[in-house]
T-cell receptor, first 116, second 115 residues
Framework: AQTVTQSQPEMSVQEAETVTLSCTYDTSESDYYLFWYKQPPSRQMILVIRQEAYKQQNATENRFSVNFQKAAKSFSLKISDSQLGDAAMYFCAYRSKTSGNTPLVFGKGTRLSVIA | GAVVSQHPSRVICKSGTSVKIECRSLDFQATTMFWYRQFPKQSLMLMATSNEGSKATYEQGVEKDKFLINHASLTLSTLTVTSAHPEDSSFYIC???????????FGSGTRLTVV
């Protein structure tokens, strides 16, 4: 079974600075999806960024980018120019491609605080 | 974009009663619905996977007779917590797979409190 590990329970960053959230995973599959989700106090799950394992190029979405190291099974999230609204729980997630109905497997999350 | 409407957002019920949570896909067909449970300050734990027209598949340790899942149509899935106990108090979230885009969309969650 696949597992996702987030080793940083809490992180903090100054407004306008850059922060990197770590995520590692374990799988024997060669093709899969990786995601970062944001869960603000409202608890709505918001997709931040998605990466397909067969794509070598790191995904980017505006101020959010990932460092995907497939061999190391590492998938970190970099948030640039941090804003107060970025404060939330961030979950790294894995999804198998073995079938169309595989669920997301989540890490334990990292709580990000943004300091004004 | 794809939207999943989840209701109710909050519910308080007495021990021994049943509570139904609905997740409805508003603009796409949800062939698969995943139900998660989240305890405070913890991650999402998968409870069950349901495919439209089929019986749900429950994760190990989840009581299927307690957490009844129905997915009778491509736009509606329900989770019924039967004979609720205080330890069932939690945050429940659904996630629907859009067969068209292959994307997953989350509902806004239901906070259940059993008193």
């Amino acid at each position: 079974a696949q597992t996702v590990t987030q080793s940083q329970p809490e992180m903090s960053v100054q407004e306008a600075e850059t922060v990197t959230l770590s995520c590692t995973y374990d799988t024997s599959e060669s093709d899969y999806y990786l995601f970062w989700y944001k869960q603000p106090p409202s608890r709505q799950m918001i997709l931040v960024i998605r990466q397909e394992a067969y794509k070598q190029q790191n995904a980017t979405e505006n101020r959010f980018s990932v460092n995907f190291q497939k061999a190391a099974k590492s998938f970190s999230l970099k948030i640039s120019d941090s804003q107060l609204g970025d404060a939330a729980m961030y979950f790294c997630a894995y999804r198998s491609k073995t079938s169309g109905n595989t669920p997301l497997v989540f890490g334990k999350g990292t709580r990000l605080s943004v300091i004004a | 974009g794809a939207v999943v409407s989840q209701h109710p957002s909050r519910v308080i019920c007495k021990s021994g009663t049943s509570v139904k949570i609905e997740c409805r896909s508003l603009d796409f067909q949800a062939t698969t619905m995943f139900w998660y449970r989240q305890f405070p300050k913890q991650s999402l734990m998968l409870m069950a996977t349901s495919n439209e027209g089929s019986k749900a598949t429950y994760e190990q340790g989840v009581e299927k007779d307690k957490f009844l899942i129905n997915h009778a149509s491509l736009t509606l899935s329900t989770l019924t917590v039967t004979s609720a106990h205080p330890e069932d108090s939690s945050f429940y979230i659904c996630s629907a797979r859009d067969s068209g885009s292959n994307g997953y969309t989350f509902g806004s969650g239901t906070r259940l409190t059993v008193v």
